[in-house]
């Protein structure tokens, strides 16, 4: 089962693949020395991050590496715009649509970086991170910090949120988060129940976020466009009256079925329902989240 989502979710989370393959990967600057990757022309992955440096003496640094089918024009874009190979990726969690890249960094001289149960659950799928030569070979528990190119990358673990082995990344002296999966700007985010994500836990991460940024930080979400401490607390504000509104429901003991065909969310879902998290699929995580912590 936890492997069927795994290798699922690159597919079912990205519809465009279906169609028209990325042919280009597209970068904005968030900072100087910090970019944003994406797919030019489709779904490439996740958002990307990279810190690149002189081009010489410098560690580049790549954050989450895209889906594993794009894994060769991610790779030369990085290089591109580095002047080198990357040096250290880091995983913020165990997508395939976010680590898919890993095996093909790896082989071209990349450490791959991760919390823990990143590397646990690669190794019953490998194939999520393009291969076993894709597997992080330097894990942390808790938190690890990179001092490269005059930055500060602090990384840390947020506990049972998007999955179990989350992590953000906060650049402190240029005043940059990237969150991961931990935000999906203006969008239902995915909850992955199933790899050890949890609602409240999910609302305590952006939380914790929230309280580590002032309304200058730029904030580059795991999906989304680049955002600031005001998107990342209005996406907070729709996930509680969200989670708010099932509750009411579940207090009334009403069966999934029933939250279902109540529609709860229905005032969210002009501006969040997408192809991958509809606002039925939402009701559901909402619902499944709630009524297993009460059960436990
Ligand atoms: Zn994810």
Redesign the pocket.
């Known amino acids: 089962m936890k492997k069927l989502a795994l290798l699922l979710l690159p597919l079912a989370a990205s519809p465009a693949l279906a169609q028209d393959p990325v042919t280009a990967i597209k970068s904005t600057e968030v900072v100087p020395g910090i970019h944003l990757l994406e797919g030019a022309d489709g779904f490439a992955g996740?958002n990307m991050t990279l810190l690149t440096g002189d081009g010489r003496h410098d560690r580049i640094v790549l954050i989450d590496d895209g889906l594993g089918a794009v894994a060769e024009l991610i790779y030369a874009k990085a290089r591109d715009l580095a002047g080198r190979d990357v040096d250290f990726v880091i995983n913020t969690?165990v997508?395939g649509?976010?680590v898919g890249s890993n095996a093909h960094f790896a082989e071209n001289g990349a450490v791959i970086f991760a919390h823990d149960n990143i590397r646990k659950r690669l190794l019953e799928n490998p194939d999520a991170a393009g291969g076993p030569a894709g597997l992080p070979e330097v894990t942390f528990s808790d938190e690890v910090t990179f001092h490269v190119n005059g930055n500060e990358a602090f990384v840390f673990h947020l506990k049972k949120a998007?999955?179990d082995g989350d992590a953000a990344i906060l650049f402190r002296n240029v005043n940059v988060l990237v969150t991961g999966?931990l935000q999906f700007h203006g969008m239902f985010p995915?909850i992955?129940l199933d790899n050890g994500g949890d609602v409240d836990g999910y609302i305590a991460a952006q939380e914790q976020l929230l309280a580590m940024i002032d309304d200058e930080t730029r904030v580059v979400p795991?999906h989304g466009s680049m955002t600031d401490k005001e998107g990342l607390a209005s996406d907070l504000d729709m996930l509680r009256r969200a989670r708010a509104a099932v509750l009411d429901l579940v207090d009334q003991e009403m069966s999934e079925e029933d939250v279902l065909a109540a529609n709860p969310l229905a005032e969210f879902h002009d501006d969040y329902d997408w192809m991958f998290i509809t606002t039925e699929r939402m009701t559901q995580t909402l619902y499944r989240s709630l009524t297993r912590s009460r059960t436990r």
């Open positions: 996740g969690h997508h649509d976010h998007h999955t999966d995915f992955d795991g």
